[in-house]
């Protein structure tokens, strides 16, 4: 990197005089076009309350038109569906996942109907299925990789049956995405797209969409400690093996790659950008979401200044895209902003959203900035 000049005749905070101006130096921009929304979907017998996850619910089938009028309305491109399983229907092998008429495939197949041009993302992996929880097949000892295959596989093909644009494996089994990449193409499904959760960590940030999704709490480890998914998620730890996820993914057929979670792993997702010139998605997951609904709640935060700050800095860190509970409701607000945009005073309504101030553009501390006509 060539740095040009020096103090006093290079000043920085030139450029951050006028809002026009740190708007036209503005590296990074966050749109509604950028944003996915996870969706929950129940039967009608359960619970639509997520109390670990404020503002945010489980749909029911006859619901949909609600929250997708929403997403409509904003300008969301794509949606991400997670269903909660009756318990009844979850079994060892979570062989549910596979049925063409579970909660998820009937949710695909509706969702097209009202709203063809929404894009339909579903995750694949076993965990709202399973009665132990884990994302593969469960042996008593460990999660049995290769066997997990072969459920996946068929997970993924009844979505993409159901009318699925893009799946989506959560499960980090080896070798998954080859097998459904396969299975995909075998059955005339050459343009379903695969996003990949390739860099997907054993985080403790999942705690609230474990409890959305109704996950059993996870068998007891070989140690007889409580259970966990380290033996197939990611050591948060290691970003080394993130590029060999990646890279293995890649091969294996991936259109594109996932870091999750998103704000504790900024330096995945750089470092993932700089390796493979490949499309990265950033999960900003539950847990994140949670603690800034908590503290928001408790006046501490500016909810909406924060949430905007923490996925920007995932654009910024390389992500195209952001899997993020708060979708609907930023979207919302960059819409009302960019509305509003206006300088010199000039009474502009945009009325395609562009490009945005950022609130963290329109704190005005040193900068003489609100009335710049007049400002000479
Ligand atoms: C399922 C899955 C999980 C999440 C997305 N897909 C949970 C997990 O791996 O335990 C977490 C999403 C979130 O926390 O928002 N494999």
Redesign the pocket.
Known sequence: MNFYGQFPSTRLRRLRTYPWLRDMVQETWLHPSDLIL?IFIRTPDASAEIESMPGIRRWTLEELPQIIDQVLEVGIPAIAL?PLTPFALKTVDGAEACNPENLICKAIRAIKKMAPDIGIIT?V?L?PYTSHGH?GVWNGHIVDNDQSLKLLTNQALVQAEAGADVIAP??MMDGRVAAIRHALDSNNFQNCAILSYAA?YASS??G???EAVG?IKLPPNPHGKAGD?KTY?MNPANSDEALREVALDLQEGADMVMVKPGLPYLDVIARVKQTFSVPIFA?Q???EYALIKAAAAQGWVDEQAVMKESLIALKRAGSVGIFTYAALEVARDLILVYSEVSYNNAPTKRLIPSRTSLPFNDVVDSAPSKEPAQKK
């Open positions: 996870p997670f995750d992996a965990d994302d959560s499960d997907k940030f999942y609230p969409f474990r996950a998914k998620q999960y997951v539950s847990g």
